[in-house]
């Protein structure tokens, strides 16, 4: 038996055969449930459920997450399974946003949570972190409303479904060298380039830039139809680091959890050539 915790309240007990997740959260552990019933309903790889109690659930256990696997070795040799990822993740994008999904998914990566994203870049990275106050803090300001506005001018194009945090630690390979997706209470109504970013920006893996751009044309070559949008996955793409920068510097500093620091460093260069190459900073 091993006990883990996350970023998060959350807390699990693992066993050989099967994972105890406890949430102090009983709304939010209901959620997770929901979820996976109806991902399990639309074919979707996810854990199995055996039983749930208000306050935790009894999943089979899946075993190690796609980090531990692909953190002990050459990244290129993996690129058959970030290809499956692609392929299952490409199923949860075509899940028609009809009155069953919108009962589950009432929520939306809209301009509120795009903002709210920000805001919370800003007061945990750019100001706690690093503490840049001033002209440094007016210039992140401005760059915040061009991409802010372009994300959103994005998801009023074009929605669906997202898992929205879909990196390797929330995925595992499992029978048949499926993936598996966990950690999906967040999933919501947004924009597929967000999970794109999420799974090529991922903070805890640091992929060459080749590989990244073979796995966007991946994705666009089983989804043709989508293609017209692939160029602006740049704005994603910064949306999704300012979120994980927000996350990592709150834990780091105020829940004193030091994992995290280390792990900043990834997203801090990737956001950094974005913006030189962009002008804005």
């Not at 039983?51 to 070795?73: A, C, D, E, M, T």
Request: proline share 3%.
């Amino acid at each position: 038996m091993k006990i883990i915790s996350s970023g998060s309240d959350r807390s699990f007990i693992i066993f050989k055969d099967k994972v105890i997740l406890i949430d102090p959260n009983k709304e939010n552990l209901r959620k997770y449930v929901d979820i996976c019933y109806f991902l399990q309903k639309k074919r979707i790889n996810v854990p199995k459920i055996y039983k749930f109690y208000p306050n935790f659930v009894i999943l089979k256990n899946l075993g190690r997450n796609f980090y531990s696997q692909i953190n002990n070795g050459l990244k290129e040799k993996y690129l058959g399974k970030y290809q499956r990822i692609l392929k299952e993740i490409s199923k949860v994008h075509k899940i028609p946003l009809n009155s069953e999904t919108i009962k589950v998914f009432n929520k939306f990566f809209d301009l509120r949570v795009i903002r709210w994203e920000w805001q919370y870049f800003l007061e945990n990275y750019v100001l706690n972190y690093k503490g840049y106050y001033g002209k440094k803090l007016n210039k992140w300001l401005y760059f915040s409303e061009v991409v802010i506005n372009s994300c959103h001018n994005i998801f009023m194009y074009h929605k669906n479904l997202i898992h929205r945090d879909l990196q390797s630690t929330n995925i595992i390979f499992y029978t048949k060298n499926k993936p598996f997706f966990i950690d999906f209470q967040g999933m919501m109504i947004g924009n597929f380039l967000y999970d794109l970013a999420s799974l090529i920006e991922d903070p805890y893996v640091s992929l060459p830039y080749w590989f990244k751009n073979k796995l966007l044309d991946y994705y666009f070559k089983i989804n043709n139809s989508l293609l017209p949008l692939s160029r602006f996955y740049k704005y994603y793409k910064i949306q999704r680091l300012v979120q994980v920068l927000g996350a990592f510097a709150f834990l780091s500093i105020h829940k004193n959890k030091e994992f995290f620091f280390k792990h900043l460093k990834n997203s801090e260069i990737v956001l950094r050539d974005i913006t030189i190459e962009a002008d804005y900073l």
